[in-house]
């Protein structure tokens, strides 16, 4: 510990330090009362709390600002207080005359608040204390006090190097002694050790191309928070790396945690990149598409449903397929709906009553009633039915992950799309309808066919549709007499074009990227 003269001690001087406080005036009564606790100030009373505090605040900034700053020679004024950074050991032991009280850093001043704004305390103390202080704030920090150099040394000259150290030619003293320069440090700061999305990526993590990754995403992330305008393209990109650089992460130490994170960072790469599309898919108005279904939750839903009655197709044929998946739309949470003769009315199909007949003898359908009474039934006295491959049960779970409110959304959206106007006026068959439904699901956000606008693939169609290869060129001219296509192209291979701006608002956007359960 460093020895310090007594005339040393005696040239400090205590810390400044004063409180102002807010109490109230009296019982029965909203007005308070600020005092100061420097003699010279007179307590003020105000009609309400918050003024109150506002004088308060005010008292204190006079003070502050009339002060000259915090002195470099002061004690900590928390040391007559017995601040634990100050006490020793025990309380009763006093420290000794030459022995400096612990001080750490300049000397501050810095202001203490109450958490419920009863007072408020000023005082100088060293930065150590403040820091430690719980709700103190440094408003000044005194200057370093100037270094003496003391004149005996340089009287004396240059020490002489020892006998047998290293001499120098090229310098010398006074006194022919050479000087030999001080030796170096060689300690090292350690390697910090980056930090992204709250994990710390060690600085012994290997390989280093993967640690230098992740830190490297870690302030890229950091820096992307600090922008004013978002970039949704760039934010995506660092999501798709993140996802990539959790992965490599997960397989060096097995970690689930890190892989169910690079999943997430994947899913938010995707979202960023289907809003950066639908930014980009904005009229020149600015306005954006408002469609029946909201959100990508909602599309994909529509997409599965698509998708499972093609993979379980109860007849052949696009007729068939088209009623079978507005008949799951009908059942598809509890396996039951309710039916009316106008539903199979307006679908275009060429003869309902023998399809109704066929999925009821097959199993796949059930009713009380005859196929005829279906048709008959009016919307006051529905026809109740039941499709029981949609029954959840025990051993069979429902093949849908929605629930009983989003079905009759998408139920609605798809009888919007069959019903349309255009498509009634120019008498589309049931096929050409279907192949309507299956193109709104197969869009990008500006009604582009195929993700991204790349196509949608001549097998995909086919298999979501049930029709025969060599009818797809009548049904896309069917689609095109309705203002339902333009611009199409239809190879042996893809089909290309893209959907009329009347019918976005019926779209289920693709995302960017298409997820592993609805493949093209």
Same mark, same amino acid.
């Given at each position: ?318 007729? @068939? !397929? &088209?009623? =079978?998946?507005? /008949?799951?739309?009908? *059942?598809?949470?509890? #396996?039951?709906?309710?039916?009316? $003769? ?89 096929? @050409? !309808? &279907?192949? =309507?439904?299956? /193109?709104?699901?197969? *869009?990008?956000?500006? #009604?582009?066919?195929?993700?991204? $606008? ?67």
């Amino acid at each position: 510990m460093t020895q310090v003269s007594p005339s040393e001690l005696d040239d400090r001087v205590l810390g400044r330090t004063w409180t102002v406080r807010l109490d109230a005036a009296g019982r029965g009564s909203a007005a308070v009362r600020v005092s100061c606790s420097r003699p010279a100030c007179v307590p003020e009373r105000l009609a309400t709390t918050a003024a109150g505090r506002t004088a308060a605040v005010a008292h204190l900034k006079a003070h502050l600002k009339a002060m000259a700053g915090p002195r470099a020679q002061a004690f900590c004024v928390c040391k007559a207080e017995y601040c634990h950074l100050h006490t020793p050991a025990r309380l009763d032991e006093r420290p000794e005359r030459g022995v400096p009280w612990r001080f750490g850093g300049p000397v501050v001043l810095a202001v203490v608040t109450d958490r419920e704004g009863r007072w408020w305390r000023a005082m100088e103390c060293c930065s150590r204390c403040a820091a430690a202080t719980p709700g103190a704030t440094t408003v000044a920090t005194a200057p370093p006090p100037p270094r003496v150099v003391s004149t005996v040394a340089d009287a004396a000259g240059p020490a002489a190097a020892p006998v047998g150290g290293p001499q120098f030619s090229d310098r010398s003293c006074a006194g022919g002694s050479p000087m030999v320069p001080a030796a170096r440090s060689t300690l090292q700061r350690p390697a910090r050790d980056g930090r992204i999305a709250g994990h710390a990526v060690p600085h012994r993590l290997r390989p280093l191309e993967l640690r230098d990754e992740l830190m490297e995403l870690g302030d890229r992330f950091r820096s992307y928070q600090q922008r004013t305008e978002p970039d949704l393209a760039l934010l995506a990109d660092l999501h798709a790396r993140k996802a990539a650089a959790f992965t490599g992460w997960a397989e060096v130490t097995g970690s689930q945690h890190l892989r169910r994170e690079a999943r997430r960072a994947e899913q938010a790469a995707q979202a960023a990149r289907l809003q950066q599309q639908q930014r980009a898919s904005r009229p020149a108005d600015g306005q954006a598409v408002a469609r029946v279904l909201a959100g990508s939750a909602m599309w994909e839903h529509a997409r599965s449903v698509l998708t499972h009655c093609a993979t379980h197709p109860p007849l052949s044929g696009p007729q @068939a !397929r &088209l009623l =079978a998946v507005m /008949l799951t739309l009908r *059942t598809a949470y509890t #396996g039951t709906g309710n039916l009316v $003769g106008q539903d199979l009315t307006t679908l275009g199909l060429s003869d309902p009553k023998r399809l109704v007949e066929e999925l009821a003898g097959c199993g796949w359908l059930a009713i009380p009633a005859s196929a005829d009474d279906l048709l008959a039934s009016r919307p006051e006295d529905p026809v109740p039915i039941t499709v029981p491959s949609l029954s959840p049960g025990g051993d069979h779970p429902s093949p849908f992950a929605f629930g009983k409110k989003t079905r009759p959304r998408l139920s609605g959206w798809a009888q919007k799309v069959v019903a349309d106007k255009e498509l009634r006026t120019t008498k589309a068959t049931a096929g @050409a !309808r &279907l192949f =309507a439904l299956v /193109l709104a699901t197969q *869009t990008s956000p500006d #009604g582009h066919l195929g993700p991204c $606008g790349h196509g949608i693939a001549r097998e995909r169609l086919v298999s979501l549709c049930g029709a025969d290869p060599s009818e797809l060129p009548g049904l896309l001219d069917q689609l095109t007499a309705a203002d339902w296509l333009t611009d199409h192209t239809l190879t042996d291979t893809r089909l290309t074009g893209r959907l009329s701006k009347r019918v976005l608002p019926l779209t289920c956007p693709l995302p960017a990227r298409i997820p592993e359960e609805h493949p093209v």
